[in-house]
């Protein structure tokens, strides 16, 4: 099995299209040995690139102990917001401290791209002091760490499709991570995110291709009988795509995932694999290269049923999850 590289932006690295995301390693989902043994094997096989967060759990304590018994050059990713807490963006020597923290849980001296975790979303964080020019204290600390050398290159991740793209014309970020906007059914990222980030040569990363697990596999019963928080446009879309599943017999994971790499824009894709098995199928997804150009136009029929998300749909679809109530349809 061969993974592809692409050069991720301006910051020239080369980065294996398929990355591996550090959310579903840490502890709340998943057994040391098992995260250790699922980024070993990413990294046997070939991926290059990881990315963690302060907020995803123990993530990066998970990572630094599994990639202390690895020697391959790898590309690492992580994030500021969430930590200390209680968290206050707006705290310079603060931001520094978490960064500090993430290097000693990495074991790293230098971290590849520090990315503002969720700079387009007020609600979640204030990162900013003006939120037309986005200037704040994080920019200063960024410009100090890659001033020192102990960041090579700056980045944004973000969940909005329309606010993040303003952060992204200010130039001053060289890779962005677009998470949930991006994938076989959902698309807005593609109105403004792509459009804008392609414009400045930054890096694209797109995270949770699978939708978080909506589209990891077919859910015939919620679809056809169930899931009462499913739209009507939203049911008979996914009745329309599982159609199409057993037309082509190609697992609904595998169509998501090339899906993705079928767009030459994006550098990679970050997979939310578990287990050592879940990488390998991702893996040889991927090296199956993009879907034929009858496909992909299949595809855009389907997704064109419902272009934009429907107000109460839920923003995780909870097939596997208890539904608790309306969702948060802006998010």
Not at 59 to 86: F, H, Q
Not at 135 to 140: A, L
Not at 250 to 255: Q, R, S, Y
Not at 299 to 305: G, K, N, T
Request: hydrophobic share 40%; glycine share 8%; proline share 7%.
């Amino acid at each position: 099995m061969q993974i592809n590289k692409r050069v991720l932006g301006k910051t020239g690295l080369e980065v294996t299209e398929l990355a591996m995301g550090g959310l579903f390693i840490a502890s709340l989902f998943n057994e040391f040995e098992d995260a250790k043994a699922t980024i070993h094997r990413a990294v046997e096989l070939g991926i290059n690139y990881l990315d963690t967060a302060p907020t995803y759990g123990n993530s990066e304590e998970v990572v630094g102990k599994a990639l202390a018994e690895i020697d391959a050059p790898l590309i690492i990713s992580t994030k500021l917001g969430g930590r200390p807490e209680p968290f206050d963006p707006q705290n310079r020597d603060a931001l520094l401290r978490s960064f500090d923290e993430s290097l000693r849980l990495l074991g790293r001296d230098c971290i590849d791209i520090l990315m503002i975790h969720e700079p387009d979303r007020p609600g979640e964080y204030q990162w900013w002091t003006d939120w037309e020019t986005f200037t704040g204290p994080v920019n200063d600390v960024l410009d100090e760490l890659k001033g020192d050398g102990r960041i090579r290159f700056t980045g944004l991740g973000g969940t909005t499709v329309y606010e993040l793209p303003h952060i992204i014309n200010t130039g001053r970020f060289d890779v962005v991570l677009s998470a949930f906007n991006y994938s076989l059914l959902w698309r807005e990222a593609e109105h403004a995110v792509l459009p804008a980030a392609k414009a400045q040569n930054m890096g694209i990363i797109i995270g949770s291709p699978l939708q978080q697990g909506a589209l990891a596999r077919c859910y015939d019963q919620q679809v056809n009988a169930g899931a009462r928080w499913l739209s009507p446009p939203r049911r008979q879309q996914f009745k329309a795509l599982y159609a199409l599943v057993d037309e082509l017999e190609m697992p609904l994971a595998e169509l998501a995932i090339r899906f993705v790499i079928s767009n030459p824009d994006i550098s990679c894709t970050l997979m939310g694999a578990r287990s050592p098995q879940e990488v390998e199928l991702n893996v040889a997804s991927v090296a199956r290269g993009p879907l034929p150009a009858d496909v992909m136009a299949r595809l855009d029929e389907i997704a064109a049923m419902v272009p934009f998300r429907p107000l109460e749909e839920p923003f995780g679809l909870p097939f596997t999850r208890d539904y608790t109530g309306p969702g948060h349809a802006a998010r």
